[in-house]
């Protein structure tokens, strides 16, 4: 979760306005992202386990770390 609150408090420090909804919605989603990659890998056959240490291992939970943290950037009004 650090991924998602460092950010934050970077842009806060820089006099950017950040969101805490957004703050909020980036937790929720670096949360469910192990069980969402988790029951993405059992469906789709991988080889392997499905475990948390596999979805680390086979990437599939990347996206959802990335999305989770790149949404405390977008900015709340355009400008």
Request: zero cysteines; hydrophobic letters at 55%; proline letters at 8%.
């Amino acid at each position: 979760p650090l991924l998602a609150i460092a950010p934050y408090f970077i842009l806060k420090r820089f006099r950017q306005e950040v969101s805490l909804k957004k703050l909020l919605v980036s937790l929720l989603i670096f949360a469910a992202s192990v069980p969402i990659s988790i029951f993405l890998l059992g469906m789709l056959d991988h080889p392997g386990s499905d475990n948390a240490i596999h979805t680390i291992k086979s990437g599939m939970i990347i996206p959802f770390l990335v999305f989770g943290t790149g949404l405390v950037f977008i900015p709340a009004k355009s400008t």
